[in-house]
């Protein structure tokens, strides 16, 4: 197998792309602060991308669970759990690093920060804003990284451990309780930060989605096992584009919160559908480009905040209408993004970044 072939093993081609074209939605609607007339903005629900990145995380938190063979004795659960954190926490935490210090240096510069401001800020960095804890943030995005991990470290171990009795009893309740009280209590899923008596209200709905994206797994892995025709195939890959594309359409046409649950729904299919390899485009699609694309949605994703706070405060942009400040925020994102990503990725191929922090602070046995 060659590395073009293992790098299409490992990702899928269509996801890949759907979280790039999720990032971007997330970036232009995070820019309608700059619109005058708010009910004629860009994806005006775009919050709704956020369900996309969950279902898959949660997807893929399955995924590496059930592929851990069973075991009589699980003593070692939380040392296997912590090391599934602390992977995902290294593989996120350079783009972090880049995007907070741009982020610091703008709020110091623009803003009115102080002492108690920087120094919370340091919750950014450690992914722990979702826990309550009260937190500048000086890059904003982080908040979906720490309800997830902070979700994870639950959820990883239950489902390592009981696998398909989570997965078909307890999973299911969590969904649809979740939901049921969320859309009772908040009618949509907006407003992260919004505080609920016991976590943030990202926290809950970050829980909920990311066990979806887990049932949303066992599922996939049983459509897995149909053989589809080229009909089959065909009506499978309309449903998949056609929920992909319906959520573009509602976030830019509708005005009312109240579709959200549905819009999950409508994801979770589009999601099943697409892991599962039985669509026509699954081949045509996992290549290198899309690999790529994937890669460059994390940094997009960090750093337009940071750069909407240097727009919104910077005289260069005062007289810009929208539309060209959208522009402008797409392609100063996109410059940075590149930027972010060769540099971090020249680093790890040197095995600098981690290797540089040991060397700061361990002995060397030589």
């Known amino acids: 197998m060659n590395s073009n072939q293992l790098q299409n093993k490992k990702h899928n081609g269509i996801i890949s792309f759907y979280k790039f074209c999720f990032s971007i939605m997330i970036v232009i609607f995070h820019a309608r602060i700059f ?4 009910y004629r903005v860009l994806f005006s629900k775009g919050y709704i991308a956020v369900e996309f990145f969950f279902l898959v995380s949660g997807f893929l938190m399955a995924k590496t ?4 063979k069973d075991s009589e004795n699980y003593n070692q659960l939380g040392q296997e759990t912590f090391y599934f954190i602390l992977k995902k926490i290294k593989n996120f935490f350079p783009y972090i690093l880049f995007a907070g210090i741009i982020g610091i240096i703008v709020q110091n510069i623009y803003m009115d920060m102080n002492i108690y401001k920087n120094v919370t800020s340091i919750w950014d960095f450690l992914f722990v804003n979702m826990s309550g804890l009260r937190t500048n943030n000086v890059i904003g995005q982080t908040w979906y990284i720490s309800a997830m991990l902070i979700s994870m470290i639950f959820l990883y171990p239950m489902i390592r451990k009981h696998k398909y009795n989570f997965i078909y009893i307890v999973a299911p309740l969590i969904v649809i309780l979740g939901f049921g009280f969320l859309n009772h209590q908040y009618v949509n899923l907006r407003g992260p930060d919004k505080w609920i008596g016991i976590a943030y209200k990202g926290l809950v709905r970050g829980f909920i989605e990311l066990t979806f994206g887990a049932i949303l797994f066992v599922i996939c892995e049983r459509i897995k096992k149909i053989e589809f025709n080229l009909l089959g195939k065909s009506i499978l890959t309309f449903i998949e584009f056609l929920g992909f594309f319906s959520i573009f359409l509602i976030s830019q046409f509708s005005v009312k919160s109240y579709y959200d649950y549905v819009e999950v729904l409508i994801l979770a299919i589009s999601i099943t559908l697409a892991f599962s390899e039985k669509t026509l485009e699954f081949n045509l699609m996992s290549n ?29 942009f005062e007289n810009v209408t929208y539309k060209y400040k959208i522009i402008s925020i797409l392609v100063i994102t996109f410059v940075l993004s590149l930027i972010c990503m060769y540099l971090i990725q020249f680093l790890k191929s040197k095995n600098y970044f981690w290797d540089k922090i040991k060397k700061l602070i361990i002995v060397s046995n030589q």
């Open 288 to 316: 290198k480009f899309s690999l790529w694309l994937e890669k460059i949605s994390l940094p997009i994703f960090l750093l337009h905040i940071p750069v909407r706070d240097f727009m919104i405060n910077s005289i260069i």
């Open 35 to 38: 619109a005058i007339d708010k």
């Open 65 to 68: 669970a059930f592929a851990k």
